[in-house]
């Protein structure tokens, strides 16, 4: 188990980019594959991104690709999601996840989460 704690979420105009950061704790972070989940209000979780144990694959969910990023850094224990040309429709609280499985899509199963950081789009 790994305790996950993001960071960077914040209100930003339509167009605009923010990085969210998601920092674990242990030493098996290399271990865990990582994703990038979001809840808007009324709505279900739903799987954003995903990015293996050393970060060489990548999936997204349709709506993002081409706009968001996500990545790694074993050495120090944080996977990142750099989103670019955000939408009011990205509104919602972000979370992290890591599971020893690397899965992806609607399907994704992941085990550990965070706490959650809003991101708020405005038009």
């Known amino acids: 188990q790994v305790q996950l704690v993001e960071s960077g979420g914040g209100l930003v105009q339509a167009g605009g980019s923010l990085r969210l950061s998601c920092a674990s704790s242990?030493?098996?972070?290399?271990?865990?594959?990582m994703a990038w989940f979001r809840q808007a209000p009324g709505k279900e979780r739903e799987f954003v991104a995903a990015?293996?144990?050393?970060?060489?694959?990548?999936y997204y969910t349709d709506s993002v690709k081409g706009r968001f990023t996500i990545s790694r850094d074993n050495a120090k224990n944080t996977v990142f999601l750099q989103m670019n040309s955000l939408k009011p429709e990205d509104t919602a609280v972000y979370f992290c996840?890591?599971?020893?499985?690397?899965?992806w899509g609607p399907g994704a199963r992941y085990t550990d989460w965070g706490q959650g950081t809003q991101v708020t789009v405005s038009s």
């Open positions: 242990g030493r098996t972070f290399r271990s865990y594959a």
């Open positions: 990015i293996n144990w050393g970060g060489e694959i990548r």
């Open positions: 996840a890591a599971d020893l499985r690397f899965t």
